[in-house]
């Protein structure tokens, strides 16, 4: 392989709850976009950016990046060495059980409130664990660095209450709307449609919704839909079937904003391939 090429890698781990990815990025950039799962990454080369609660952040090798669930944000590569880095998807009911493990102390989720952080210790216990989760190893293995992993990282950079962002004057209206677009995620749904629900005028309740959710409600409702996808990728179903079951005009707009937000395609990801770019 050059060491120009691009290249991607999704897939699911044989725990539950566990999604990796590994990446080596020159021109491809990740469109907006956000994860119900933790995200915890490696920088090992090259130099990246991303876009994260209105401010740029940069990495560098040996750095990680910590991302709590629902935070929107972007990803590219910003040098000529690219970007390449390896992330742990981590779901919440999963830190959840974790926590319970680690006799956690904290009250409610742990919220990483710096995004960039450096600890030469815990990447000796990172690669541990994703070499444990990549390769057929025992449960017992898995759980080990696991825990020994995440106890690290709580006890370093996560805070001890995970608190959202604070509440603004359409915090309700804003909360029908998600609730509305999340239950209804495959809809062809109209500005009209939310307004009726709000009583809001069309033109503030996106600006509203931007400002609190951090997406538009059209970006917001596509994020639903592409985790409703990606799950329906996890069984042997026609990517067409699956692209106007989950609100996509077909087969190509599916692939085409799939591999925006994940780096792959959704044929890819459905066999856990590696994918070079060129």
Do not use: C
């Amino acid at each position: 392989m050059n060491s120009d090429t691009e290249f991607a890698k999704l897939w699911r781990t044989n725990v539950p709850g566990i999604e990796l990815f590994t990446a080596q990025l020159f021109r491809h950039a990740f469109a907006k976009h956000m994860h119900e799962e933790y995200t915890i990454g490696m920088n090992e080369g090259g130099q990246g950016q991303f876009l994260y609660r209105g401010e740029t952040y940069r990495t560098y090798p040996a750095s990680f990046n910590l991302i709590n669930p629902g935070e929107v944000h972007t990803g590219q590569a910003e040098s000529k060495a690219g970007w390449t880095f390896r992330n742990i998807y981590i779901s919440v009911p999963l830190v959840e059980q974790i926590q319970t493990q680690l006799e956690w102390q904290g009250k409610g989720l742990p919220y990483f409130s710096q995004p960039v952080v450096w600890d030469q210790p815990l990447r000796h216990s990172f690669y541990s664990l994703f070499e444990a989760l990549a390769e057929p190893t025992s449960q017992l293995e898995q759980q080990s660095y696991l825990l020994d992993a995440f106890s690290q990282l709580f006890a370093r950079h996560a805070s001890l209450l995970y608190s959202w962002r604070s509440p603004k004057p359409e915090t309700r209206a804003i909360a029908i709307v998600r609730d509305y677009l999340k239950s209804h995620y495959a809809e062809n749904t109209s500005i009209e449609t939310l307004t009726q629900l709000t009583g809001l005028s069309p033109y503030y309740l996106i600006r509203s919704f931007r400002q609190q959710v951090g997406l538009p409600p059209h970006s917001y409702q596509r994020h639903w839909q592409l985790v409703h996808a990606k799950r329906s990728l996890q069984i042997s179903k026609p990517l067409a079937e699956i692209a106007v079951e989950h609100g996509f005009y077909d087969q190509s707009h599916l692939n085409r904003v799939f591999k925006r937000t994940f780096g792959i395609t959704p044929g890819q990801y459905q066999k856990g391939n590696s994918v070079q770019y060129g």
